[in-house]
Nanobody, 126 residues
Framework: QVQLVESGGGLVQAGGSLRLSCTAS??????????MGWFRRAPGKERELVAT????????YYPTSVRGRFTISRDNAENTVYLRMNSLKPEDTAVYYC?????????????????WGQGTQVTVSS
């Protein structure tokens, strides 16, 4: 019932920045009360959490691999979640997915996310 559409992926040079957007539709009046997350899947690797933000935007969590470089934020009025990626590295190359959690607080387990976007490709060249 909540559809998520990512945008903003593309090709960027190492050290550069990129901002991904994820817009929700279908029950957007309630989707803002759920935590959101960004995941990525690189070739040959398992899907991994990139960032998650609570329903209000007041709490965030990042894994060590991206902490200090990536920033997740949300604009509930626009039903949009963002992922600002700075100091990009070639190892950040992956398909990035946004997802809506079943909970209101930051969510780290992919199994607790109930809606997923189609993914957007991010390629970082060296």
């Amino acid at each position: 019932q909540v559809q998520l559409v990512e945008s903003g992926g593309g090709l960027v040079q190492a050290g550069g920045s990129l901002r991904l957007s994820c817009t929700a539709s279908g029950r957007t009046s309630t989707s803002g009360y759920y935590a959101m997350g960004w995941f990525r899947r690189a070739p040959g690797k398992e899907r991994e959490l990139v960032a998650t933000v609570s329903w209000s935007g007041g709490t965030t969590y990042y894994p060590t691999s991206v902490r200090g470089r990536f920033t997740i934020s949300r604009d509930n009025a626009e039903n949009t979640v963002y992922l600002r990626m700075n100091s990009l590295k070639p190892e950040d190359t992956a398909v990035y997915y946004c997802a809506a959690s079943r909970y209101t607080g930051t969510t780290v387990d992919a199994s607790d996310y109930v809606s997923w976007g189609q993914g957007t490709q991010v390629t970082v060249s060296s």
